[in-house]
Nanobody
């Protein structure tokens, strides 16, 4: 069964850190480009960070220098390390896996940055 399962979200104070994980199953993970998206209430879903099958990374400008995406092909897992979190980072975060033949989504994990 093909699944993407996110974890690691929660409530954190401004300036704090969280690490999101996305565990994939049912796919040949190393062939997939992986991404983290987020969607805040009333806003469109946006790409936060991506990492290709060859480990090229890309970030939206608002998170550059604060967030780091990485992958562990041995564990079929992609991570998003989020540091110096701001209230505007509050959103549901979704994992995405793309290949030539597939576009897969996880169920999302909520990140709330508030004092």
């Amino acid at each position: 069964q093909v699944r993407l399962v996110e974890s690691g979200g929660g409530l954190v104070q401004p300036g704090g850190s969280l690490r999101l994980s996305c565990a994939a199953s049912g796919i040949i993970f190393r062939f997939f480009d992986m991404g983290w998206y987020r969607q805040a209430p009333g806003k469109e879903r946006e790409l936060v960070a991506s990492i290709t099958s060859t480990n090229r990374t890309n970030y939206v400008g608002s998170v550059k220098g604060r967030f780091t995406i990485s992958r562990d092909n041995a564990k079929n897992t992609v991570y998003l390390q989020m540091n110096s979190l701001k209230p505007e980072d509050t959103a549901a975060y979704y994992c995405n896996a793309k290949s030539t033949w597939s576009d897969l989504w996880g169920q999302g994990t909520q990140v709330t940055v508030s004092s």
